[in-house]
């Protein structure tokens, strides 16, 4: 038998729960940058959706992309 190198919840899924792995990870950091880099939020705001990323991890961060960012004109 081979030892799998994933992460247990990873085992089974193979290449496609490693790439979702990475493409989570890569939109979390993402909005971490985006909600500290964002010039139309103050600074309390700034700090409580960074908080809400933070904490709440990839869900955070869809609730700062879909309520946080501003609006394209």
Request: charged content about 10%.
């Amino acid at each position: 038998m081979t030892e799998s190198h994933l992460p247990v919840f990873l085992a089974g899924l193979g290449v496609f729960g490693l790439i979702v792995a990475v493409l989570t990870s890569l939109f979390w950091i993402w909005m971490l940058i985006d909600c500290t880099t964002n010039a139309r939020l103050d600074g309390t705001q700034k700090f409580v959706w960074l908080l809400v990323v933070l904490f709440l991890h990839v869900l955070g961060a869809v609730i700062y992309f879909a309520v946080g960012r501003p609006k394209p004109a």
